[in-house]
């Protein structure tokens, strides 16, 4: 293997049957044919995938269905004839326009219990949440809401593909571009690949915390982590109410990028590529990790959606990270903004090795309720354009069932990151040029968090400091940070993006991770 090859996880014996068949075949004192021996072997590969590679010759064609071909599957083999239509975000004329009145916002006011048992036992113990309340709650999402990893995931090689030497602003960085392979040997016309970049303080004097972003990438060249948000398809931002104008994450206000803050920080950042190993619609759901691990065949209603494939490729890369001698794999935090938002709640919640979270505007699918009638809601994520981000499963509460039999709900997505620290952000919803617009429901993210503070409270951690009823809990005002606690929230001024929250996250976040005594070099030593 080359050297440059990082195995993650260890290659299974499958092959023990057929080196030891003569021994087997002695053993019993009996002859055994070739078909009986054939069958016998399969049996075992059954178990385990081969160690040499399939020509793929025995597996049906990998379905190369449209969204509206894949979704339509689903309902079928849901049994749903039809579904209820999403909320129109830009035409104050439709039937279906969002909702906006917060006297119309709250048709199921009653949440889940985070602290209560499935079978009405209240926890009042940490122990309890851990070993009971915990499961349930993972266990309800797994089915209902994001979807299971499947247990047959292959494992990830990574290679190192480049190392340069430059400045970011004033400070020297070492960038290792990566490439995380996926074993495709279970079904070869399935090719998956995860793109990743690493970027650390070149003068570091020790391993090095990091905030890994959910992002773009033009990997042609490794050099092309713009951060546009660009959202397209059938879900574009022109689905959005208001002006929701994004604003470009440059500079703040011609002042050093999140990364320069990072770096300031003594602190590394990476970028990993979603799409590169998911796509982002549905007719990639029979390719990419997903289509690899199912074969290339059409989902079953509990499997996995792009969110939670997202975050299992956020793993891997941590897993990669705790490889790095440059990384402090123990501090490693996790930001994205929008759809990349909800992906990086649901790594939070699914993944503990993760230290701590930026949320940018995460809306429906992530911190916001989907019990609420604001903006945009749980029928917009059954439709075909946004379907494949869920569990098959969840295409019934837009259809048969309503969002308030969600057996969970955001709050509970929150509380499953708890007693790690998680900094909610926003953007305006109104009043101001470029606002971020009324669609993702800041005021119902808002309500999610102080929901999720129970738990947090439990474990011995702050939450935002509001106690009392969700519902009637008050918003701070805009650009007012509530930072006292473990669970943090800010919205800013400006637009859909998290660019102006970075500061006040840093400051924060200085509180739980923390860098290696500075090295102070200058810009001229980086070679």
């Not at 079978?119 to 113990?125: A, I, L, Q």
């Not at 020297?172 to 070869?188: I, R």
């Not at 074969?295 to 990669?320: E, I, T």
């Not at 930001?335 to 992906?343: D, I, N």
Request: aromatic share 10%; hydrophobic share 40%; glycine share 12%.
């Amino acid at each position: 293997m080359p050297n440059n090859v990082v195995p993650i996880d260890a290659d299974i014996d499958e092959a023990y049957f057929v080196r030891n068949s003569r021994q087997i075949m002695r053993y019993l004192n009996c002859s055994v044919s070739l078909f009986t021996l054939t069958v016998l072997t399969a049996a075992i590969a059954g178990r385990a995938q081969p160690t040499t590679p399939s020509t793929g010759a025995n597996l049906p064609a990998p379905m190369n269905w449209t969204s509206e071909q894949d979704h339509r599957n689903m309902m079928e083999q849901l049994g749903i004839k039809a579904l209820r239509p999403g909320a129109e975000g830009m035409n104050p004329q439709a039937p279906n326009y969002q909702n906006t009145d917060e006297a119309k916002a709250n048709p199921y006011p009653n949440l889940p219990d985070p602290l209560t048992l499935n079978n009405g036992d209240k926890v009042v113990t940490p122990e309890m949440w851990w070993q009971q309340r915990r499961l349930e709650i993972v266990e309800d999402f797994d089915r209902e809401v994001y979807g299971r990893v499947p247990k047959n995931v292959p494992k990830v090689n990574w290679e190192v593909t480049g190392v340069s030497r430059t400045n970011n602003g004033a400070i020297p960085v070492v960038t290792k571009q990566l490439v995380g392979h996926v074993d495709n040997s279970a079904c070869p016309l399935i090719n998956v690949n995860i793109q990743l970049t690493l970027t650390t303080p070149a003068g570091a004097a020790g391993p090095v915390p990091v905030m890994m972003e959910f992002g773009f990438g033009n990997f042609g060249g490794f050099g092309g982590f713009g951060r546009t948000n660009r959202l397209g398809g059938t879900n574009g931002f022109a689905r959005f109410g208001g002006t929701n104008a994004f604003r470009g994450f440059g500079g703040f206000g011609g002042g050093p990028n999140w990364q320069q803050l990072v770096l300031s920080n003594g602190w590394g950042y990476a970028v990993i590529v979603p799409t590169s190993y998911q796509a982002d619609n549905g007719a990639g759901l029979t390719k990419g990790i997903i289509g690899l691990c199912n074969h290339g065949q059409p989902r079953k209603p509990d499997d996995w959606g792009a969110l939670r494939a997202w975050a299992w490729g956020a793993s891997r890369a941590l897993d990669y990270f705790e490889t790095d001698p440059a990384v402090d794999a123990k501090q490693v935090g996790i930001e994205g903004l929008s759809r990349y938002g909800k992906a990086t709640l649901v790594t939070m919640a699914y993944d503990q090795r993760f230290a701590i979270a930026l949320v940018g505007s995460s809306g429906e699918g992530g911190a916001k309720l989907s019990r609420r009638n604001w903006g945009e809601l749980v029928e917009n994520l059954t439709g075909t354009g946004e379907y494949h981000w869920m569990a098959g499963n969840f295409l019934k509460y837009g259809g048969p069932l309503t969002p308030g039999d969600l057996p969970v709900d955001a709050h509970e997505l929150i509380a499953l990151c708890a007693p790690r620290p998680v900094f909610i952000s926003y953007g305006a919803a109104a009043g101001r040029p470029g606002a971020e617009g009324t669609w993702v429901d800041q005021h119902g993210s808002f309500m999610a968090a102080v929901a999720a503070g129970p738990v947090y409270r439990l474990l011995g951690k702050n939450d935002l400091g509001i106690s009392g009823n969700y519902l009637t809990a008050p918003m701070p005002a805009i650009n007012t940070a509530l930072t006292n606690g473990e669970l943090a929230w800010r919205q800013h001024d400006g637009g859909h993006t998290d660019a102006p929250n970075w500061p006040a996250f840093l400051i924060w976040a200085n509180r739980y991770i923390h860098g290696p005594p500075s090295a102070a070099p200058s810009a001229t030593e980086a070679h």
